[in-house]
Antibody
């Protein structure tokens, strides 16, 4: 059974940083691309960032480019999202999601975690 | 970036009735369209991909149709577990984008 478990969310001050993690099990982690998707209060889903199965290729939404860094450790079956210079617009529930493909631009997602909450406030 | 617009924003349906949800793309996405639903406190779940192919384990009461810019998700007879928020997503052009969601609630 595929399981994705996010952690690392919390309350951070504007301008602060957080590192999210997503532990994966139940599938060959290194074979598949992974993404982070968020849902802000009162808004729909927004894709944030993606990474190929090997980790060689990364992709970012314009809204987070230059501030967020996605990475993965295939030896630990773990996906990461380093978030810097956080603002109120980044407050959301962050999901990790398994892509159906190994590489290339993110496509669609056949498994998701339950999310970790990020709050930004002084 | 392609904008996905879902309608209606809220849909009240009685259990056992049929529900029809719409999703419109600002430009053609061919058949590169997925549907998900999400219940409170749960992970989103993939329902449909390729506009009309049910994902593994999805009941036959869910059906997707459309191509180009107009898409529909139909739920033939709503069960209690189907009351949720439904999202469409295009993956024809990068970045892939989601609709704002349709909340299906009990009438």
């Amino acid at each position: 059974e595929v399981e994705l478990l996010e952690s690392g969310g919390g309350l951070v001050q504007p301008g602060g940083s957080l590192r999210l993690s997503c532990g994966a099990s139940g599938f060959s982690f290194s074979t598949y691309a992974m993404s982070w998707v968020r849902r802000a209060p009162g808004r729909g889903l927004e894709w944030v960032s993606g990474i190929s199965g090997s980790g060689a290729s990364t992709f970012y939404a314009d809204s987070v480019k230059g501030r967020f860094t996605i990475s993965r450790d295939n030896s630990k079956n773990t996906l990461y999202l380093q978030m810097n210079s956080l603002g109120a617009e980044d407050a959301a529930l962050y999901f990790c999601a398994k892509d159906i493909a190994a590489a290339g631009h993110p496509l669609y997602f056949d498994f998701w975690g339950q999310g970790t909450q990020v709050s930004v406030s002084s | 970036e392609i904008v996905m617009t879902q309608s209606p924003a809220n849909l009240s349906v009685s259990p056992g009735e049929r529900a029809t949800l719409s999703c419109r793309a600002s430009q053609s996405v061919d058949s590169s369209l997925a549907w998900y639903h999400q219940k409170p406190g749960q992970a989103p779940r993939l329902l449909i991909y390729g506009a009309s192919t049910r994902a593994t384990g999805i009941p036959a009461r869910f059906s997707g149709s459309g191509s180009g810019t107009e898409f529909t998700l139909a739920i033939s007879s709503l069960q209690s577990e189907d009351f949720a928020v439904y999202y469409c997503q295009q993956y024809n052009s990068w970045p892939q984008t989601f609709g704002q969601g349709t909340k299906v609630e009990v009438k």
